[in-house]
């Protein structure tokens, strides 16, 4: 049997009763769906609606405020009457004529008296899982509240008594008299999408994995310890190191975007990274010198395909006092090493600048076949249309390719 909420008179429907519901599931899933919600109360005999974000647990609506806002103020004492709406807009409907144009969507309206939190406990409870909400694992992975902080914060709870949800699906519903009508109809669908994960300057820390949208393993950087070449994650805190390493003209000739002027046009740079990443087509690392812990240059993978098991090794960059040293041998074979015997690649491949003789030696010598030529497959910074190489290497030949590229360090 259903459990529903028992309708009163200021949950009852008075148009539109088809839309109206009343199953307790059915409002928990809304309501845990939604981040935010609309709280409406009276402020010295005039109404006041204010933005809120809320947690439900149980039965109960917890909603999160300051001590010193109008909300919290209100409710000092026995609580505050409220009515908590929370809407989530599921598409735009078109009809043929103006007066049946509406909107897919589902709805829940709250009513009652919340009444401040005062107990320690019941509000720690409360603002954890408020924080868990937008990410599972998130407050086991920040610094809980002080007391200080706990004392500024207001919770508020609303026991779910008096709910009512409003909901609309389906396509439009014209007028038989309308059918005819040379007019587009239909619906547009609506979403709510995250967007990429923007660190803040200075955080160190690796995306986490409670992020919408966490790269899988293939689009996920590790750290990757070499003898002359230390790879760990990229994040904006490596912009500085980074400027200051590869802040030469030279080690930027072949580079398809612009050279960065300053290391807030780094950052960007590793923004874009990230941003990739995020998506789906990017891993980056920094290089670091492993004996001083300064940054030395770059790397990514790109155009990263896990169903068809392969991505690219590009973007690299190192500053021009290490080249010719192990670095770049080092660092391609530990990234061919995670690609091939970790992730289980069967293809490897490198896209280089037809005028960059350097770096299409330093790919052969890795063991990669020249595949072909890709013609004016993009701009360059000055204006100028690319003729990219196209190199390659197979799962197949990775094997006598590792032994040469170790071979070499050993000897090297």
Known sequence: MTDLYTPTQRTTATRNRNRMHYERETAHAILDEAYDCAVGFVVD??????????????????????????????????????????????????????????????S??????????TSEDEKRT???????????????????????????????????AEVSVRARSGGVMDDPADLDLPHWAGVLPLRT??????????TAAPLPAYLPGHPSEWQTPVVLEGRHVRLEPLVPAHAEGLFEALDDEEVWRHIPTPRPRNPEEMAEDIAGVLRGQWLGGRAGWAQIDPA?????????????????????????????????????????????????????????????DIRNERSQQAIARLGATRDGLIRRQRPRPDGTWRDTVLFAMTADEWPAAARRLRDRLVAG
């Open 45 to 106: 005999g005039e109404p006041r609606v204010l933005p809120n974000l809320h947690v439900r647990v149980g039965d109960t609506l917890y909603l999160h405020g300051s001590t010193g806002g109008r909300l919290g103020l209100a409710a000092r004492g026995n609580g505050v009457p409220v009515c908590v709406t929370v809407t989530l807009l599921d598409g735009l409907v078109f009809g043929r004529s103006q007066f049946h144009h509406s909107a897919n969507y589902r």
């Open 292 to 352: 001083s812990g300064a940054v030395i240059g770059m790397t990514t993978y790109h155009d990263i395909d896990p169903g068809y098991r392969s991505l690219g090794i590009g973007h690299t960059l190192v500053g021009r006092k290490w080249w010719r040293t192990g670095v770049n041998t080092e660092a391609k074979l530990m990234l061919l090493e995670r690609a091939f015997d970790v992730l289980g690649a069967e293809r490897v491949f490198w896209y280089t």
């Open 193 to 202: 999408v995250a967007g990429p994960p923007l660190p803040e300057p200075g």
């Open 108 to 117: 829940v309206v709250a009513l009652g008296v919340a009444r401040p939190v």
């Open 126 to 160: 409360v603002l954890t899982a408020l924080v868990d909400k937008v990410g599972s694992g998130r407050a086991a992975d920040s610094r809980p509240p002080t007391r200080q902080e706990l004392a500024q914060t207001t919770v508020l709870a609303l026991p779910l």
